[in-house]
């Protein structure tokens, strides 16, 4: 099967033209806020040859976040796609944020929950 040119597959995704514009327009309802963070992934063998990318990435996130708050203790993230929670249980781990994660597959919240447990 074909896919769609990137450029059409990146508006259905994550614009107001595409065909998931519902869920853009429902985070507008329910979030306060103009901007978001698509921290995306790595291929599967980049961990392994240069280290995590993604660790790197929420790090210096998190990093600057945290430059811009008198204390990260208790202040409150939200993780949209959350995955298995790696990024997130970093972010609560190497700086005290408390963060909430959220992801469509079952399957990853069950995993994030176990992963955050330990």
Sequence with gaps: MDQ????????DQFSYRGERADIW???DLLLETD???NLGYSEWYQPHVVGSS???LVTEVGARLASHLPATDGVRLLDVGCGRGGPAIHLADQFGFRVTGLDLVPYNIERATENARR
């Design 25 to 27: 327009r429902a985070f």
């Design 4 to 11: 769609p040119p990137l450029r059409k597959r990146i508006t």
């Design 54 to 56: 993604q660790r790197r």
């Design 35 to 37: 901007a978001f963070l």
